[in-house]
């Protein structure tokens, strides 16, 4: 007898879960709808829907008058039932751009607050920061605390799971063992920790070229950084100890560089970009602005640009030869600047460099794409947390 109620029990969760995660989707729908979709008899729908909607789940948000009989309400999952909040963090370097971009979404995706702000983490610790941007977005948003179930966090260096630690970062404190326990003890909900060019090719997959694509690499161009993002069929490929694409430490052999070990940093991050520029009279305040400068419709820079296109290639050459992906994606502020004139450049640099076949494309995402897929990642954080809270109930 026990079993069987426990049966019964797991029965009911399962449903529960199948019809929330349907509403979550596409949402809008009626009792029909979802009995179509999820195969289950009317009244096994009305009683999920009954409990979905006493736990503040769900909600009725119409009526469809359309069609004879009774209007037939139309539900939808309950936006102000969880919050999912993203913070990027960056290592500003020569981009003189904010340190730290964050926004806060509710369960359908809609975003209730979003800023920008710079930190000073030499005179902050990073979790008092954390905390206080959260605050901040709490405050902007009026959403109670305990609605907010997950914290994204995007950060300019590899995260390594199995210790909870950030590897490879410049930002002053974020490497420190035992941070990410500390910052999720202090913000009082789960935490998720991912490299920045990761959170940058989530956001590719869902809203940008990547979409329909079995697999791709991103190669992110930042203003100080580069990195590599390996989507497999929309599964990021990470390593063993989070450093899958830290692109920017490959080194570069030269005989003419015994004296200094070179890597594709020195190639094409955002320094050696100012010094290309300059090189080439090029002025600007930061490598997209010389970018962008180049690539103008106006006038464009043809002798920098496939210079700089050039030395794109050698790190695509090195992506194409181990991977061989069907696309790559250039992200990134650099790519966004130069746009189709830096693609046309670098898809013909490519084509001298190597006799390699992947498809090359620009990203279509032109706002911050870091923030985006943490917005994205955290909200699928909260949505699969809520379906195994009511299969596990």
């Not at 029909?32 to 409990?51: G, H, W, Y």
């Not at 080194?251 to 890597?263: F, I, N």
Request: negative net charge; hydrophobic residues 45%; aromatic residues 4%.
């Amino acid at each position: 007898m026990t079993r069987l109620a426990g049966s019964s029990k797991l029965l009911r969760a399962m449903n529960e879960s199948a019809a929330l995660a349907h509403l979550l989707d596409p949402g809008m729908l009626t009792r029909s709808d979802l009995r179509k979709l999820t195969a289950l008899s009317t009244p096994t729908i009305s009683e999920v829907l009954r409990r979905l909607t006493d736990a503040g789940l769900v909600n009725v948000v119409g009526h469809n008058s359309g069609r004879p009989g009774p209007n037939a309400e139309i539900y939808a999952a309950n936006p102000d039932a969880a919050y999912a909040a993203a913070v990027s963090v960056r290592d500003i370097g020569t981009s003189g751009t904010p340190s730290v971009t964050a926004a806060l979404c509710d369960l359908t995706g809609s975003v209730r607050a979003r800023f920008e702000s710079r930190v000073d983490f030499l005179a902050t610790q990073p979790a008092d920061a954390l905390v206080d941007v959260v605050a901040r977005l709490r405050d902007e948003a009026g959403v109670p605390a305990d609605r907010i179930r997950h914290v994204q966090l995007g950060v300019p260096g590899s995260y390594d799971a199995r210790t909870e630690t950030i590897r490879h970062v410049d930002v002053p404190g974020f490497g420190r063992t035992g941070l990410v326990p500390e910052i999720a003890a202090a913000l009082g909900t789960h935490i998720g920790v991912d490299n920045d060019v990761n959170l940058a090719a989530v956001a590719e997959r869902r809203r940008g070229t990547g979409r329909d694509a079995d697999g791709f690499a991103l190669l992110w161009i930042g203003q100080d950084g580069l990195g590599l993002a390996i989507d497999i069929a929309g599964s990021l490929i990470r390593g063993a100890r989070g450093g899958a694409g830290e692109i920017g430490y490959m080194p570069l052999y030269s005989p003419e560089s015994s004296q200094r070990k070179l890597d594709l940093q020195d190639l094409f991050g955002g320094a050696a970009i100012l010094e290309l520029a300059a090189d080439n009279g090029i002025t600007g305040d930061t490598p997209a602005d010389v970018v962008r400068a180049a690539a103008s419709a106006a006038a464009p820079s043809s002798e920098f640009l496939t210079a700089l296109a050039d030395r794109i290639a050698v790190g695509l050459a090195a992506v194409t030869a181990v991977l061989d992906p069907y696309l790559v994606v250039l992200a990134g502020p650099i790519a966004q600047a130069g746009g189709d004139t830096l693609l046309t450049a670098v898809t013909a640099a490519a084509r001298r460099t190597a006799p390699l076949e992947s498809s090359i494309a620009v990203t279509t995402i032109d706002d911050d794409a870091v923030l985006l897929g943490a917005l994205d990642a955290g909200l699928t954080a909260v949505r699969e947390a809520l379906i195994t809270a009511i299969r596990d109930s």
